[in-house]
């Protein structure tokens, strides 16, 4: 698979596939989707989905999928498998497939996904996929798998976390800000003693490097701490050569 991304979030394996494979809770920390509703079907075939992102406020981009799961496995782990596809014209991402898988390890579950896809619009669409897109994508998953970890582990709803990252994310934007601004204007000639004058830009720069560099706070949700290479080789599950390809 194409992008791998995992999480290890303490919590009761339960609860964790519940807040996953429900649309309507899904939707609400996975920063991929805006709208996932899962579609009517007859008894016995895979279930089919609809899901859409809104990429600008006069711009959503629709598609549809299907999926199944495997809740009661023998060696006590579960997975998901799903197969989608975009026919928006202006849809970067074609079709693709990918997996959940829910590993129980001591103290929490193992919550690790792949998943890979086809862009279109041919050599420029894959240049732009390996420049922008793969690379959002995979960011974007692992700070929803966070994000996720926070509301079952703390409580803190989707709503909350997103709001804690814009806040942080500001705060962190106006102190780079406000230190680039004293860092190139410097202090007047003669109004700072010489050790008042190197003690200033020698502060706007730390302060700078710690508003880069700092550790997000524990409240607020980050892809960093999503592991984003697979520890060894991973086979898809082979529920996901049982759903048909979307087009």
Same mark, same amino acid.
Not at 29 to 50: C, V
Not at 207 to 214: H, K, P
Not at 233 to 243: E, F, G, K, M, S
């Given at each position: 698979?194409?992008?791998?991304?995992?999480?290890?979030i303490?919590?009761?394996?339960?609860?964790?596939?519940?807040?996953?494979?429900?649309?309507?809770?899904?939707?609400?920390?996975?920063?991929?989707?805006?709208?996932?509703?899962?579609?009517?079907?007859?008894?016995?075939?895979?279930?089919?989905?609809?899901? &859409?992102?809104?990429?600008?406020?006069? $711009?959503? %981009? !629709? #598609?549809?999928?299907?999926s199944?799961?495997?809740?009661?496995? +023998?060696?006590?782990?579960?997975?998901?498998?799903?197969?989608?596809?975009?026919?928006?014209?202006?849809?970067?991402?074609?079709?693709?497939?990918?997996?959940?898988?829910?590993?129980?390890?001591?103290?929490?579950?193992?919550?690790l996904?792949?998943?890979?896809?086809?862009?279109?619009?041919?050599?420029?669409?894959?240049?732009?996929?390996?420049?922008?897109l793969r690379?959002?994508m995979?960011?974007?998953?692992?700070?929803?798998?966070?994000?996720?970890?926070?509301?079952?582990?703390?409580?803190?709803?989707?709503?909350?976390?997103?709001?804690?990252?814009? &806040?942080?994310?500001?705060?962190?934007? $106006?102190? %780079? !800000? #406000?230190?680039?601004?004293?860092?190139?204007?410097?202090?007047? +000639?003669?109004?700072?003693?010489?050790?008042?004058?190197?003690l200033?830009?020698?502060?706007?720069?730390?302060?700078?490097s710690?508003?880069?560099?700092?550790?997000?706070?524990?409240?607020?949700?980050?892809a960093?701490r999503?592991?984003?290479?697979?520890?060894?080789?991973?086979?898809?599950?082979?529920v996901?050569?049982?759903?048909?390809?979307?087009?």
């Amino acid at each position: 698979m194409g992008l791998y991304i995992e999480a290890h979030i303490r919590a009761d394996l339960d609860e964790l596939w519940a807040r996953t494979q429900d649309p309507a809770r899904h939707q609400r920390w996975d920063l991929r989707f805006t709208e996932i509703d899962y579609l009517p079907r007859a008894a016995g075939e895979p279930q089919r989905f609809r899901y &859409a992102t809104r990429v600008l406020p006069f $711009l959503t %981009i !629709a #598609g549809t999928g299907v999926s199944a799961g495997e809740k009661e496995r +023998p060696d006590g782990t579960r997975t998901s498998a799903l197969r989608f596809a975009a026919p928006h014209p202006l849809s970067l991402l074609a079709e693709g497939s990918g997996y959940w898988r829910y590993i129980p390890v001591a103290g929490g579950v193992r919550f690790l996904t792949g998943y890979d896809y086809r862009p279109r619009w041919g050599a420029f669409g894959t240049l732009a996929d390996r420049l922008v897109l793969r690379p959002l994508m995979g960011w974007a998953t692992a700070w929803s798998f966070d994000r996720l970890r926070l509301w079952l582990e703390r409580g803190i709803t989707p709503e909350r976390a997103r709001w804690n990252w814009f &806040a942080e994310m500001t705060v962190r934007a $106006l102190a %780079i !800000a #406000g230190c680039v601004i004293g860092l190139s204007r410097g202090p007047g +000639p003669g109004t700072l003693s010489p050790t008042v004058a190197f003690l200033v830009p020698l502060l706007l720069v730390v302060a700078l490097s710690l508003a880069l560099v700092a550790p997000p706070l524990a409240t607020t949700p980050a892809a960093r701490r999503c592991l984003r290479t697979p520890p060894a080789r991973i086979a898809a599950p082979r529920v996901l050569h049982t759903l048909e390809k979307q087009q």
